[in-house]
């Protein structure tokens, strides 16, 4: 029986250094979906028992404990991000801690392609792509939030000021990277300057 081998929706792709910002395949990351009733105590101590951290209830957030990441997607959901090796360790805690709790916890790593967007420009570049004002206060450092991105459903996540991550279904990664490249292409930067 062969082994298998992951490959990511992007793993032909290299950007060039034709772009004005970064812009890199996150592959190395693994993701959990968990669904649960956030006014159930009981699933919301056997969440943190197992992740280490409390799960975020304020929309557009998200936390950080060591290498897992919980995004805040709704008011039953959150994306659970680690590295891809850690994924099976983590969903069966998961779902050892759950127990018969109604809840549910399923590995989607393969679902989603992320696409890193790094330096300066990077708000801009995205705004070429969506309705969202990104250069406003909403929009600080751990704010998570879905969107129309190219007339595609994305999921940003702010990393840092000038660090953004964009997850893409991984039917659409091809077509989100080459909108990017365009949208990044140097000589084509927008500089926008928000309210005083």
Excluded: C
């Amino acid at each position: 029986m062969a082994d298998l081998h992951f490959e990511s929706a992007l793993a032909h792709r290299i950007a060039p250094d034709t772009t004005s910002i970064s812009i890199r395949e996150i592959s190395e990351r693994g993701m959990i979906d968990l669904r649960g009733n956030t006014a159930d105590k009981k699933f919301m101590s056997a969440a943190k028992s197992a992740l280490g951290v409390e799960l975020p209830k304020a929309p557009r957030t998200s936390t950080t404990f060591g290498d897992v990441q919980v995004l805040w997607l709704s008011t039953d959901q959150w994306l659970i991000l680690t590295g891809r090796a850690r994924v099976t360790a983590l969903l069966g805690d998961l779902r050892k801690s759950l127990g018969t709790i109604f809840s549910l916890a399923v590995d989607v790593s393969d679902m989603r392609s992320i696409i890193r967007l790094e330096g300066d420009g990077v708000r801009e570049t995205l705004m070429k792509g969506s309705t969202l004002d990104l250069i406003s206060e909403d929009y600080a450092p751990g704010t998570v939030r879905r969107m129309r991105f190219a007339e595609i459903a994305a999921l940003l996540h702010v990393v840092e000021q000038n660090m953004i991550d964009i997850y893409v279904f991984r039917s659409y990664a091809d077509y989100a990277w080459e909108f990017l490249m365009k949208a990044a292409r140097k000589g084509s930067e927008v500089k926008l300057f928000p309210n005083s």
